[in-house]
Structure formats: C-alpha cells, structure tokens
T-cell receptor
Framework: NAGVTQTPKFQVLKTGQSMTLQCAQDMNHEYMSWYRQDPGMGLRLIHYSVGAGITDQGEVPNGYNVSRSTTEDFPLRLLSAAPSQTSVYFC??????????FGEGSRLTVL | EDKVVQSPLSLVVHEGDTVTLNCSYEVTNFRSLLWYKQEKKAPTFLFMLTSSGIEKKSGRLSSILDKKELFSILNITATQTGDSAVYLCAAWPLRYGGSQGNLIFGKGTKLSVKP
C-alpha cells in the first residue's frame, strides 16, 4: 500500500501562474482533505470531500479549487498563484474524517 | 468560534526527562481529541481520545482527556532524541445532525530533546 501520495514534492511558481497539486490514496477512503501549514499557524483546512462528486470549503478556501471525480484522487488547483500561497500543502484521507493519513507534503514557493 | 490551544509552543529538554504537553479546546459538539507527531514531513497519528479519564498508552507515550475541563495532556517519559518533533493536537467535532466534522488543529508544540 502506498497510502497517500502527493506530487510534486517541491514547486516554484511565479505570481499569476497556475498549477495543480496531485493527491491520490489507495485505501478506499471516502474522506479527503487539503491543508496548508505555515509557520506559527498550524494546519489550516483548505477544502475537503466526503466522497466522489462532493466537495466543500474549509477555513481558507480562497484562491484554490478542488474536484473529486474518483474516490482515489483529489487534486488541488491554484488558478493564479500569489506570494501569500507560499506554504507547505498536505493532502490527507480517512475513513470518516477522524484519524487522518497524511501525504508527505508539497512545498510551494510563489515568487 | 471553535478553537484548540496548545502549550507550551516550544520546549527544550534533556534526554531522560519527562515532559507534559497541554491541549485545551473549545468546540461545539465535541466528539474526540487526536494527537499527532510531526517530524520532518507528514504528521503521524498517535492517539484518539473520546472518553474522559481513560488513559491511552503506547510505549513511553500516554495521553488522557478531561471533557469536563476541556483539555488533554500528552506525557512522554524517559525522553529520547528521537522524540524531537512537533506534536499536534486536534479536536474532532460532530456536525449537521450527527455527521462527522473536520479536524480543528492547534498550532503545535515543538519539542527538542538534547542528548
């Protein structure tokens, strides 16, 4: 089992560029989520999904889009990157939203 | 507004010391409290506590929940350098007619264990 796989691990963007962070899990979890982690801010929820075709906003959704066409995949899209989106991004999944299994993180720098 | 507060934010100890990390919460419709350990990369799950007063234990780590006073503690005895990490606690609420809510994380306690 690979668990939760995120790609890429590192990315540098220029302001205004777009990109997609990929997340895949092989545990057949219905619940998937994206967090960002900034120094001194802890983990903050961006978007989450409770199943294929169902997504909802978390605490800090502005500037990000998600979709969930399959149980396995939950990509996070940045449509027009801003320096404030420089962060470490974690994808996580769980059976019901409790015990989360995290990917190894994607470090994004926006210049 | 739901919130989770951890203290201290950072802590430096020497190998062999015992440490206690604190987590208090104010959450509507509280269900459970979870602890995670984060080293270089992804947080890894340690404990989930749902019932008050029942200690959960794993090796040198233990944790307990007090639902009356709205806090949890994580104890680490005989600390080792490998315990150096950020320890995160998170409250898990119920939402919308009993459905599961999203975890609400504290900012973490950074523990440094010196040889």
């Amino acid at each position: 089992n690979a668990g939760v796989t995120q790609t890429p691990k590192f990315q540098v963007l220029k302001t205004g560029q777009s990109m997609t962070l990929q997340c895949a899990q092989d545990m057949n979890h219905e619940y998937m989520s994206w967090y960002r982690q900034d120094p001194g801010m802890g983990l903050r929820l961006i978007h989450y999904s409770v199943g294929a075709g169902i997504t909802d906003q978390g605490e800090v959704p502005n500037g990000y889009n998600v979709s969930r066409s399959t149980t396995e995949d939950f990509p996070l899209r940045l449509l027009s990157a801003a320096p404030s989106q420089t962060s470490v991004y974690f994808c996580a999944s769980s059976y019901s939203g409790g015990e989360l299994f995290f990917g190894e993180g994607s470090r994004l720098t926006v210049l | 507004e739901d919130k989770v507060v951890q203290s201290p934010l950072s802590l430096v100890v020497h190998e062999g010391d015992t440490v206690t990390l604190n987590c208090s919460y104010e959450v509507t419709n509280f269900r459970s409290l979870l602890w995670y350990k984060q080293e270089k990369k992804a947080p890894t799950f340690l404990f989930m506590l749902t019932s008050s007063g029942i200690e959960k234990k794993s090796g040198r780590l233990s944790s307990i929940l007090d639902k009356k006073e709205l806090f949890s503690i994580l104890n680490i005895t005989a600390t080792q350098t490998g315990d150096s990490a950020v320890y995160l606690c998170a409250a898990w609420p119920l939402r919308y007619g009993g459905s599961q809510g999203n975890l609400i994380f504290g900012k973490g306690t950074k523990l440094s264990v010196k040889p």
